[in-house]
């Protein structure tokens, strides 16, 4: 091969390495970023406790790891606004299954600049903490919500419950929902998790 032939398959070469070392440090860097995680560990369907009226309650716990995006929005004092979803179905072999119930729990986290506080509000209660970490470990667990009133579901019959943990990426401001269209660090959503529950009388007495 002439020397006039072998350099320009030398640079070619070269370029295409370092092409190659620019889209691993991109793929490397990305998910990096895409460290938000959510995942439903554990559910628990019990009766409700008075004076809450007679149903059943939910119990859940929850890996919840917020990405750089999520944690350097609320840092620059964004609220974010999650939410628990329950829902309860009855199977029917001869159509779709039944939408028995459909509930939301909201939670809504913020920081204050000025105290240097985060805050995280719940139907029930509201939290603060000098620390993200702090205030989110209100956030991997609830207990006690109140999801089935007895009158709205048959002793005996078998129903499938759906739970999941969720950011709610319409109450963000409008550029931020463009931007999380494009960008998975906003994708804050786990599965559903499903199991089956059948309601026993002798459970409410």
Not at 3 to 26: F, K, T
Not at 28 to 35: H, I
Not at 54 to 66: D, K, Y
């Amino acid at each position: 091969m002439k020397p006039s032939q072998a350099r320009p398959l030398y640079w070619s070469r070269m370029l295409q390495a370092l092409l190659g070392l620019i889209l691993l440090g991109n793929l490397v860097l990305a998910f990096a970023q895409q460290d938000s995680v959510t995942k439903v560990t554990a559910v628990k369907l019990e009766p409700t406790r008075p004076p809450a009226e007679a149903g059943w309650s939910l119990a859940a716990e929850f890996n919840i790891q917020l990405g750089h995006k999520l944690r350097e929005a609320v840092d620059r004092g964004l609220p974010l606004q999650f939410a628990v979803d329950f829902e309860l179905t009855r199977p029917r072999w001869y159509w779709v299954d039944e939408q028995v119930i459909s509930t939301t729990y909201p939670y809504n986290l913020s920081y204050n600049a000025l105290t240097r506080t985060y805050r995280l509000i719940t139907p029930s209660s509201t939290y603060n903490a000098p620390t993200l970490e702090d205030v989110m470990q209100h956030m991997v667990k609830i207990k006690d919500w109140s999801v089935i009133p007895r009158d709205r579901i048959a002793i005996g019959e078998p129903y499938v419950a759906h739970v999941r943990f969720r950011l709610l990426l319409t109450e963000l401001p409008k550029p931020f929902q463009i931007s999380a269209l494009v960008n998975s660090e906003w994708d804050l959503s786990s599965e559903w998790l499903t199991f089956e529950f059948t309601p026993r009388r002798e459970a409410l007495k």
